[in-house]
């Protein structure tokens, strides 16, 4: 007895489900945690390339290479815990900004207030005076003012000073690792790497180089205009997603449609083409899984760069409005080079694959080709189509030229 071919038939494939944005972390926790335990609490946080960020520990942890000499071979190669980028290990660093991040927040803490140390009452303090660097009470203020030698002095409020005074404990110095008591204050622009006064004075004599300050003032406004090109890209694709997952939609309409054709025409001849209609739709599924599946992979490619993007421009924006001048110019490198990848990183706005399709038979021969009846046409099977035509007109051509070289060769 034949089947009701308005039944679902029971080989049919669950389509691919709709691409989707993945959960969005705190700002926070996603430029200055461990992408491995999520923790901000790491011990000896390392930079990707990439710019995320893992501890030491779960890097070792999650290596192929084992052993704890796997963070000192310069051949070893470790994927990022994120978006599982390659790097090779002397291209990790140490991410300053997570330490001064913990510097910040327990300068920031909460404590007693201050009291004022230009008299012996011990009030509270209201204003710190910064020629003096004295914690001044209201009185005191008042007499700061009145006295010919003091009222010049430029006086904070009290927020002010404990916020510069939590700003300024957070800067923390590096040394050189040739010269272990000298501080990392210079910027050798020939080199681009940070340097003490001895190594610009030796290794760097002749190259162009700045202080700290103003070649981070520099840096962050070659930075920022990047950042803004980011922003011009991710427009972009954000334009390309909307394309693709209207396009995704539009697959999955014309599959309705297609299934209503197929299903219709099964049911106008019940014995004969039940088969084939299975068929029909078994090649309409994995033609429409496939058409899926590769807008998906499409999509999840472009989310990948979309991450990316979000994640460079709000680490580099991080970076510059930090304050840290010293961790901004030792992470510029890695900084500037993935902006400029991502920049680079080509973005397709088209989706890959169409959503036309159509559904062809030819009534007038049931009888005569039962097995034939209806095609799926697609357009990447009339392309293959046409692409073996062409390949059998080369290989009758190459053909007929043989035989008329060998009677050539006869007729000599």
């Known amino acids: 007895m034949a089947e009701n071919p308005q039944q679902q038939p029971a080989a049919v494939q669950e389509a691919p489900q709709e691409p989707r944005d993945q959960e969005p972390r705190p700002l926070r926790s996603l430029l200055l945690s461990c992408g491995v335990c ?36 310069i051949q070893a190669k470790v994927k990022c815990p994120m978006c599982h980028a390659e790097a090779h290990i002397s291209e990790l660093i140490d991410n300053f900004f997570v330490q001064d991040a913990k510097a910040r927040d327990e300068n920031n803490k909460p404590s007693s207030d201050p009291q004022c140390t230009c008299c012996e009452e011990n009030r509270l303090a209201t204003a710190f005076c910064e020629d003096c660097s004295d914690w001044l009470c209201e009185e005191c203020v008042q007499a700061h003012g009145r006295v010919k030698v003091t009222k010049e002095h430029s006086l904070q409020n009290k927020d002010q000073a404990l916020a510069a005074q939590a700003a300024m404990a957070s800067q923390r110095p590096l040394f050189c690792q ?53 922003q011009e890209k991710k427009t972009y694709i954000q334009m390309a997603r909307t394309k693709i997952r209207g396009r995704y939609r539009e697959v999955q309409e014309m599959e309705k449609k297609m299934v209503q054709e197929i299903k219709a025409f099964m049911f106008m001849l019940i014995t004969e083409i039940n088969k084939r209609g299975k068929q029909l739709l078994s090649e309409l599924q994995e033609t429409t899984k496939d058409r899926l599946n590769k807008l998906k992979a499409q999509d999840e490619e472009i989310l990948r760069l979309s ?20 961790a901004l110019l030792y992470s510029k490198r890695h900084i500037t080079n993935q902006l400029k990848n991502i920049l680079r990183t080509r973005c397709e706005p088209n989706p890959c694959v169409p959503s036309a399709m159509k559904f062809m038979v030819d009534r007038a021969f049931v009888a005569q080709y039962i097995s034939r009846l209806g095609v799926l046409l697609t357009t990447e099977g009339q392309r293959e189509q046409e692409r073996q035509q062409q390949q059998l ?17 006869q007729t000599s």
């Open 178 to 230: 040739l010269h272990r008591q000298e501080q990392l204050k210079l910027y050798c622009e020939t080199c681009d790497k940070l340097t003490c006064r001895d190594c610009q004075l030796l290794e760097h004599k002749e190259h162009r180089y700045a202080f700290v300050k103003e070649a981070s003032q520099n840096h962050k406004q070659f930075l920022q205009t990047l950042v803004e090109k980011l």
């Open 307 to 326: 991450l990316a993007v979000d994640h460079c421009a709000d680490f580099a924006n991080f970076a510059v409005q930090l304050g840290n001048d010293t």
């Open 38 to 73: 999520k923790s901000e609490a790491c011990q000896e946080p390392k930079l990707f390339p990439c710019l995320h960020t893992a501890c030491r520990s779960c890097i070792l942890a999650n290596s192929n290479v084992a052993g704890p000499g796997v963070l000192t071979g």
């Open 393 to 409: 007109q080369q290989q009758q051509q190459q053909q007929q030229l043989q035989q008329q070289q060998r009677q050539q060769q």
